[in-house]
């Protein structure tokens, strides 16, 4: 089966993507959120975002005020950090954390019996700027999170908490969204580091807009 | 809404999450290709990826003797790049390269009127080994492949052709599998990142069990 080619210049791609994108969702999408539902669809091409994308009140001018305001953004894996744009985040003050393939992470998670997306947000947690967590993998660091801010802590600007999975990931994603911290969360077992970094994107690019 | 969790170990998450995947599979999956099926699953908790990859012939074994002489893999987003157990693939003599964000791909993209993807192509076809190309964003890229292999001007071992998207994505994986060039495909708008990674690994870590 050969198909025909849309012509399409590069630099028009991802305006024409996300065209198409628009064409496709209902209208009845809160004006706030749609660049990061947007975002997210043209990430994955899953329409069921659309759906599982849960907003706590306010998230996403709280998470823009941060950002402009220099926060920093901390990851569980590698694949998020290296998604976000840091260049952009960057001109605002802010750049992008993973500490998981530090070594004192490594030697804390096996030392505790516990996962290194635990030790790497316990590391974060010593962080002495805002930060907004990024978590797109471990449902471990979601727990953990909930844990800090329950002993007081930290006290995180927001939680993006869309990891994907099969084990403690739904549960894991509830928790957070009971944690009184403000969140944007993909309900569900669906998710992933390139929807963490996308939700990041979303908010970033946006900003420009405001 | 508060759920109870899981009690599993964290170095037990992984096999977990693996049981319960195969546990919602149907039990008529090709043995080859398995492993690749349920690590995507695994990556993007989409059960839809049972019907969008497509395999041509011997694909898998063809990969795996190829990484076990030591070929490269080339990625179309430094976010594949950053997925790739990048240690495990040197193992065998074998790197993993993204030339997005090289310089002289950006002025090539830039004087050609074209993506960078389609110059980080061009770059690596220039490469002296055996080389896997796995696209995970730009259908660019793939048509870029795809003539490249029409001039004769590269032959790779197989193409991993995944990216995910709105525009020209359906049509240029459809191109990549009428190519001649062993590939894995996931038909459609679906993949990403993440999906080209996660390829990359299932048949990387099933090596050691062959």
Same mark, same amino acid.
Request: proline letters at 0%; a positive charge; charged letters at 20%.
């Given at each position: 089966m050969l198909m025909e080619f849309e012509n399409v210049l590069p630099s028009e791609i991802e305006k024409r993507s996300f065209e198409i994108i628009e064409s496709e969702l209902p209208h009845d999408i809160e004006k706030k959120i749609k660049p990061i539902v947007k975002r997210v669809i043209h990430t994955t091409a899953d329409f069921d975002y659309l759906d599982n994308l849960c907003f706590s009140e306010n %998230? %996403?001018?709280?998470? +823009?005020?941060?950002? +402009?305001n220099g926060a920093d953004i901390v990851t569980d894996t590698q694949m998020a950090r290296s998604g976000i744009n840091k260049k952009r985040l960057a001109s605002y003050g802010g750049e992008v954390h993973c500490f998981m393939s530090d070594e004192d992470v490594a030697k804390a998670a096996k030392e505790n019996g516990t996962t290194r997306a635990v030790a790497s947000m316990e590391?974060?947690? +010593?962080l002495e700027k805002d930060v907004i967590f990024a978590v797109g993998n471990a449902p471990t660091a979601l727990i953990e999170l909930d844990k800090l801010i329950k002993n007081g802590q930290i006290n995180p600007i927001a939680i993006i908490g869309v990891p994907v999975g099969f084990v403690n990931v739904v549960q894991a994603k509830e928790l957070?969204?009971?944690s009184g911290v403000p969140y944007i969360v993909a309900r569900g077992r669906k998710g992933g580091s390139n929807v963490?970094?996308?939700?990041?994107?979303?908010?970033i690019y946006d900003l420009k807009t405001d």
């Open positions: %998230v %996403v001018e709280i998470i +823009k005020n941060a950002i +402009k590391k974060a947690s +010593k957070i969204m009971t963490a970094a996308a939700i990041c994107n979303a908010i």
